[in-house]
């Protein structure tokens, strides 16, 4: 805060003085440039390279059992992947889960963020634990839902809840177990986020309004969630990415067995397993596609709903 | 620090507004969010209890559905550290992490001490190259670095791991640091120098003991982020050379091929997770604090 005030009438006398200002402009604008070279060559080095790369492969015909047999096909992995049913599936599944997880781990993380900001019981001892799935090794977390579920194994919840057979070995009990975890380990993150927003809602506002006879319900809705929303889209932006990029737990439960197979296991699977880059690097680019779609989405669905919101 | 104030602004303002019946209105208020801490606890610490269980179970009881084992045992602890599978991974996972933090930390302090303090035109731009990355599906980047490290010989070396987890590293290190950064009054850096300091003496004594809490913050952020990695880790090793605990428990080879051994694999799972637990618990106010920073700047 300090700062921005300190440097908030710079642009308007540097424009006055920027010939006087020259020599120094320039020489922080090196200094910056020095500083910040590394760090952003690194990142476009490692990001960009493969991500071209996989562009390139996808147009070819690579698969790395027949290496001989490479060849530039044009745009035939893309048929390819696009008119295969198991695609389509895949995407359905994984906007399933996307939908489902982010909803619960909105609901959830939002009555988390209330519960750390405003407890007055054991308010670190709240914020420890609730942290502690964030923490944990996604691998982990899987593992442990996973052998909890599975009848097979001895899991606790077939036991407690008197289940005869394996909820693992339905495609309903696993979406319900896989989804669970995602919701157990990604909740704190989702909370955190929000609590960030909750902290910038000033307090006279709320009391003001409990003095003018607002329930709690409506000052949660009328004032608490429309200050919060810039919060809230990187909260919902940053959940909605990670988890339609689901892998690690559904690797873990099942490989995508019971109909659980998520983009990123069709293409890991393609990739790596029978390892067809060509058709696999297809997939990447798909997916990506299907990420910067959401991203632009959220920022037009949200764009538009703030530009409004401020302008009252 | 300003959330516990405003906080404790609340509960006076609470206490004062609810005049007639403050002891049972406050009592209930107790009440309630003990109920709320109890919800919190046992949501968040059951699936962590049942593989510690697990993990303490003999085999024959192994699969017998109940929480807590009817026979105890440590024998699952001392066959994966007798396992090599198991101990090398963890070295791996340790170095790995280390070494990949260290470097993102670095680097992202160069960057965040220039997004912070300095004008210069191409922040956004930067900003928003972190952004992208910070959004890249990891996975799409895995075809073709398995198939350029094979190439150039990094598949299944430490570096081989290091350099993916260190790029997704990045971006989050440098909001976190440049979030923190902002905060930090520059101004005691030229105060020092006025009263006598040299350049280098202001650094050490005034701006780098500021600056030392984001630091560590981040530090601790990032380190969580490259121990939890499952993707790059399963994808870009093969051996005991470099594979990671993650990758290392979702294929532990099993008595018999036929038998997972989901004692183990659960007693493998609780030592790496007892020192992410002692982490978060000991730095949850730095956590949280550096998370919730990143977030509104961004």
Known sequence: ?312 | MSVDAAAAGRTSGTRSGGRGGFVSEHTKRTVGWSGALVVVLVGSLVPVLWIVFLSLKTSATATDGSFIPHQWTLKNYSQIFSSSVFTDALRNSIGIALIATTIAVVLACSAAYAIARLDFPGKQLILLICLAVALFPQISLVGPLYNLWRQIGLYDTWPGLIIPYMVFALPLSIYVLSAFFREIPWELEQAAQVDGATPFQAFIKVIAPLAMPGIVTTFIIVFLICWNDFVFAISLTSTTAAETVPAAIAQFPGVSQFSVPYTDIAAAAVVVTVPVMILVLVFQRRIVAGLTAGAVKG
Request: with cysteine; proline share 4%.
């Open chain 1, 1 to 312: 805060m300090s700062t921005g005030t300190v440097t908030a009438p710079a642009p308007a006398a540097s424009r006055r003085r920027r010939r006087h200002l020259t020599e120094r402009t320039r020489a922080e604008r090196r200094l910056a440039a020095w500083l910040i070279a590394p760090a952003a060559i690194v990142m476009i080095a490692v990001t960009a390279y493969p991500a071209i790369a996989t562009v390139i492969l996808s147009l070819q015909r690579a698969d790395l059992r027949f290496p001989n047999a490479n060849k530039f096909v044009g745009l035939s992995n893309y048929g390819h992947v696009l008119s295969a049913p198991v695609w389509w599936q895949d995407v359905f599944h994984t906007a399933i889960i996307t939908v489902i997880a982010v909803s619960c781990q909105f609901v959830l993380g939002m009555l988390l963020a209330l519960a750390m900001h405003r407890t007055l019981v054991a308010r670190g001892l709240l914020r420890s634990v609730a942290l502690i799935p964030y923490g944990i090794v996604a691998v982990v977390a899987a593992y442990s839902w996973n052998l909890a579920w599975s009848l097979g194994n001895g899991g606790w919840i077939p036991h407690l809840l008197g289940l005869s057979s394996d909820p693992l070995s339905h495609t309903f009990g696993s979406y319900v177990a896989i989804i669970i975890t995602e919701v157990w380990k990604n909740t704190p993150f989702m909370a955190l986020l929000l609590l960030a927003g909750l902290a910038l809602v000033p307090d006279d506002l709320l009391e003001a309004a409990k003095v003018d006879g607002a329930t709690a319900w409506q000052r949660f809705v009328r004032i608490t969630l429309p200050l919060m929303k810039p919060a809230i889209f990187v909260a919902l932006l940053f959940r909605t990415l990670d988890e339609f990029r689901i892998f690690d737990v559904i690797y873990i439960f099942n490989q995508g067995a019971e109909g659980t197979e998520s983009i990123s296991m069709l293409n890991y699977s393609t990739l790596l397993d029978r390892l067809n880059l060509g058709l696999g690097s297809a997939v990447s680019v798909l997916l990506f596609l299907f990420v910067g779609l959401i991203a632009l989405l959220f920022l037009g669905v949200f764009g538009a709903a703030a530009r409004p919101g401020s302008a009252k």
